[in-house]
């Protein structure tokens, strides 16, 4: 028995290795085994991802202060040294090395970046030196030096002249190299939309694509509180130019912009605060408005209790006597078990996730508002609730269960006259069986993606429209890790920005990259499907380019003016290609998976499951794509060759749009699988699979 199906889309996304025999699910046929670095469609294709451009290494906060060597205060100062006027000079008179060092409070086992100025030089030669990581390299000239140290058991770092060194030092820094880091957006309004770099105790501010600098060309930084280790457990919400943050270890403060580059992190300047809220009893977790008021909830001494502002003045917690309607006013959970809460979501009614279960609160008078003396509180389900914040998708709250692993949406059901919760994750529970989400953001345009960070570094997607019943998983994994994301407006879609860590020569370091727009273009020129990648546009040919120090010693993949090219190594910051090029991309090399499920197209005898079975040919439909490889298992993939006689001679070959027909050469098996890779950096869209199977019955 021969038959032809078609696979007219794959909006099921990845789906779970259990499903392998429920081919009676409707969801099957729109399944597929494997979704690797790419993703679903709303409409039903699927597209390969495009790539991560390099935005900024991430950096620790200077260790030492400003003009820390004005005098001598904090600094060990050893002989023929002097300190004054932001310098240290050493005039080579003393017998045996001299040593000016310091305590900055490195942390055992990371890697710090400590860089100083040499100027006035005329001989000797100089080394830095962490207290139990050796020597540095020398340095034995005027100009800038920079060296990478392990911290040892101390946070001891020394300045070390040999007998015979004269200059001057100054500009002195030691910052961390790869520190913990998270993303927070920030969003006065579409065209105002910063990402927020918050490290320890301290924000670096990004927009339109780069970092803010101040007047002195240096990137801004915002000093805080919060320690690396006090990052995951911020939570905020924001009004207009003012970002509220809460930490349950951390008394309230409050984010504020007054221009691109001032902003300033400051105490919460609260009127009457609950006196709940102090070192002692800790501070609350989670944050929101709701009515006008700013509501808090959740300190580790009162994890039930919600506190709220009065109305229409976010920072007074005072009652007035009698009491008035807009007074502050709290509210504390009543229920079998505790239930802390761990997230509040403003909507028509306040909803909140607890550790046993999903409630809400709304006022309970003829206004229907929240006043000190009507106010309703109902638990609506008992799934609990993870402490991630969730996402609203249309009117929809998607949330975390407790457990970290499944995902649900909440939602008003007409049906059972309450709000239910089903799993999203039931078809795709793989995704996070043996791992946990620890960050996500939602990417509403241009295909409603919700960006899942997993505990392992891999970033997963869910490509998620309800009323198009639209709910498809999918992988993406990198040379690296994703260990944070958020997402921000963009200028003709929203922006996907991740923190990735990389293994870079043995050093691990953190970079800001952000997610190139979907591609769209009429030719292969502009497509940039390289991780970590930059692009150059030239006005003339040339074979060199640089600025890629931040991959050095990394083989990279080239692009360029739509074309190829092999592989190169970054040497020095730089790659030379073999010919010369005018529009280049250079970034890590990715590949892309795409594997359906086993075929069921029926036999003569009911069920093609469990036959034999031999796809002669496949067609596959593409969009805008180059150079995939199609096959039946990822070890016997064909290279789908796409350059026509109507393509310019020494040019790349034109975007393939239509039906490309491979032949399988192989006999019966009982699977019958079709598999699709794309390894070079080029586009990849596949809208439909039609194989040509026969059954042997």
């Not at 439909?621 to 393509?647: M, W």
Request: net charge negative; hydrophobic share 35%.
């Amino acid at each position: 028995m021969s038959v032809s199906l078609i696979m007219t889309n794959f909006s099921a996304g990845e789906l779970s290795p259990r499903l392998g025999g429920r081919v009676d699910l409707a969801k099957y046929s729109n399944g597929l085994s494997v979704l690797e670095n790419m993703y679903t469609h709303p409409h039903g294709g699927a597209s390969r991802r495009t790539g991560f451009r390099f935005i900024r290494e991430i950096v620790g906060r200077d260790l030492m202060p400003k003009n820390s060597l004005n005098s001598a205060t904090g600094w060990t100062v050893g002989a023929g040294w002097t300190v004054a006027g932001g310098s240290a000079t050493c005039g080579g008179t003393q017998k045996g090395a001299s040593v000016l060092s310091r305590e900055v409070g490195l942390i055992a086992g990371r890697t710090y970046e400590f860089g100083f100025k040499i100027s006035n030089y005329t001989g000797g030669s100089v080394q830095i030196v962490s207290a139990g990581a050796g020597v540095s390299e020398s340095a034995s000239a005027s100009g800038e030096f920079v060296s990478r140290l392990e911290a040892g058991d101390s946070g001891l770092i020394s300045i070390s002249a040999d007998a015979d060194f004269k200059g001057q030092i100054d500009s002195v820094y030691v910052r961390q190299i790869g520190p913990k880091a998270r993303l927070i957006p920030f969003e006065f309004s579409t065209e105002q939309a910063y990402v927020l770099e918050f490290t320890d105790k301290n924000i670096r501010i990004y927009k339109d694509g780069g970092i803010v600098v101040g007047a002195d060309g240096e990137p801004v930084e915002v000093p805080t509180p919060y320690t690396e280790n006090d990052l995951a457990k911020i939570r905020f919400t924001q009004s207009a130019d003012v970002m509220y943050l809460v930490h349950p270890e951390v008394q309230p403060y409050k984010l504020s912009r007054t221009s691109h580059v001032d902003w300033t992190v400051k105490l919460v300047p609260f009127s009457s605060p609950p006196s709940e809220w102090n070192s002692t009893k800790g501070f609350p977790s989670c944050v929101t408005f709701f009515e006008e008021r700013l509501c808090f909830a959740a300190s580790p001494a009162n994890p039930q209790t919600i506190w709220m502002s009065k109305s229409g003045s976010y920072e007074d917690f005072g009652v007035s006597s009698p009491i008035v309607d807009d007074d502050a006013c709290t509210y504390t959970l009543s229920a079998d078990q505790v239930n802390a809460i761990r997230w509040m979501v403003s909507s028509k009614k306040l909803i909140m996730g607890t550790s046993g279960g999903e409630w809400w609160l709304a006022g309970g008078g003829s206004s229907d508002s929240v006043t000190p003396n009507s106010v309703i509180v109902r638990r609506e389900t008992t799934h609990g609730s993870a402490s991630i914040p969730p996402v609203v998708v249309g009117g929809i709250m998607v949330f975390l269960q407790r457990e970290g692993k499944t995902i649900r949406e909440l939602s008003y059901s007409f049906e059972a006259d309450g709000y239910v919760a089903p799993d999203l994750t039931i078809l795709a529970e793989h995704m996070t069986r043996s791992n946990t989400i620890t960050e996500w953001a939602y990417q509403q345009s241009p295909d409603s993606i919700i960006w899942m960070i997993r505990d392992d570094g891999v970033l997963l997607g869910l490509t998620y429209q309800r009323e198009q019943e639209v709910v498809g998983f999918h992988r993406h994994v990198t040379a690296g890790k994703f260990r944070s994301a958020c997402v921000i407006p963009g200028i003709s879609q929203e922006e996907l920005w991740c923190v990735v860590t990389r293994e870079i020569n043995g050093v691990t370091r953190s970079y800001v990259e952000r997610m190139e727009e979907q591609f769209n273009g009429d030719d292969s020129v502009g497509a940039f499907f390289v991780d970590s990648g930059l692009s150059y546009n030239q006005d003339a040919l040339d074979t060199v380019f640089t600025g890629l120090e931040h991959l050095e010693g990394m083989k990279v993949s080239i692009l360029a003016d739509g074309a190829v090219r092999p592989d190169v190594v970054v040497k020095n910051g730089c790659i030379t290609l073999a010919s010369p090029a005018k529009v280049v991309h250079a970034g890590l090399q990715y590949t892309s998976n795409l594997k359906t499920l086993r075929i069921e197209g029926g036999s003569m005898n009911g069920t093609a499951q469990g036959s034999m079975k031999r796809i002669s040919h496949v067609t596959v439909r593409l969009f805008q794509s180059l150079g995939l490889q199609v096959g039946y298992d990822k070890d016997n993939l064909e290279r789908a060759p796409f350059r026509t006689s109507a393509d310019k001679v020494g040019g790349p070959p034109s975007l393939f749009n239509g039906d490309y027909e491979v032949k399988f050469n192989r006999g019966y098996d009982r699977d019958g699988q079709i598999y699709i890779r794309q390894d070079q950096p080029l586009p990849l869209s596949v809208l439909a699979l039609i194989p040509q199977v026969s059954v042997y019955s």
